[in-house]
């Protein structure tokens, strides 16, 4: 008898993933891995992302380490090259790797600006680049998964930067969908809300290294009191969607920017 959630996994399938040494990547790879996927991780974090795949193999799960700068085209080629030498195709990209950034305009300097375009938006275009490049040559298609940001959503001082990144890469979704559809190369965005992940502590953290744990609380706190659930998304609530994304469940579904922000911008 067919299991209702039989659509929601991934045996056989093969996935590569960017930023998966920690936050959603990394939560991302060990929900791809508990529903059977081949991994492919990559993370500019050797160590980090090592550790990710290590965890998954002991688990009894598949998956290889990388380390992946997201802004240099060859890594991301190397990413799905090595899931095409393991194992003859590539079923899944998850574009999931990229940095915050809080700064006001008139603040803004220009290697910020160009640090901000290179991993935000030329990392995810490789990505994209890569794998549809790969999926157009297979006949089973393929889903190709970006992360923007609910921050493109709404205006709001310092976020200009990052929500310009992460609107391109929104606009660079519905774009590379259309040129994949014929082929049935799904690609889809996700557009998180506040979410809890490593990045949340380093707008309170010294140049030493030090967290100021009363800020961090004030910080959780008031994200939590912008949303009108009052809470604030984990990793693990984004991942689910990339899964759904990911899956044959979401066969129908491309070109789509799916939001998981608890409805925060509807209060902005």
């Known amino acids: 008898m067919t299991d209702v959630l039989d659509p929601f996994r991934l045996d056989g399938k093969v996935a590569v993933l960017t930023g998966a040494g920690s936050g ?22 050797e160590v980090a992302v090592t550790a990710t795949a290590d965890a998954i193999t002991a688990a009894g799960g598949a998956a290889v380490a990388l380390r992946c700068d997201i802004t240099q085209k060859a890594d ?22 990229g940095v915050p950034h809080n700064r006001m305009i008139a603040d803004v300097t220009e290697e910020e600006l160009d640090r901000m375009l290179a991993i935000n938006l030329k990392g995810p275009f490789f990505g994209v680049q890569a794998a549809l490049g790969q999926m157009l040559t297979q006949e089973a298609g393929g889903s190709i998964i970006n992360v923007a940001s609910s921050g493109m959503d709404f205006a709001a001082p310092t976020l200009a930067v990052y929500a310009m990144t992460k609107a391109a890469v929104a606009s660079l979704g519905r774009t590379a969908a259309i040129e994949g559809a014929h082929k049935r190369v799904r690609v889809n965005t996700i557009a998180p809300g506040a979410t809890v992940t490593a990045f949340t502590e380093v707008s309170v953290t010294d140049e030493d290294g030090n967290i100021n744990a009363e800020a961090l609380d004030g910080k959780i706190k008031m994200l939590t009191g912008a949303s009108p659930m009052q809470m604030i998304g984990e990793a693990e609530d984004q991942a689910n969607l990339i899964l759904y994304l990911a899956s044959d469940a979401s066969r129908f579904a491309t070109g789509q920017i799916w939001r998981c922000n608890g409805g925060a911008p509807m209060v902005w």
Do not use: P, Q, Y
Not at 24 to 45: P, Q, Y
Not at 76 to 97: C, F, Q, S, T, Y
């Open 24 to 45: 959603i990547g990394k939560a991302t790879a060990e929900l791809f891995a508990s529903v059977g996927a081949s991994l492919i991780l990559g993370d500019i974090d």
């Open 76 to 97: 991301n080629e190397a990413l799905v090259g090595r899931a095409v030498a393991d194992h003859g195709r590539l079923d899944v990209m998850g574009n999931i790797a």
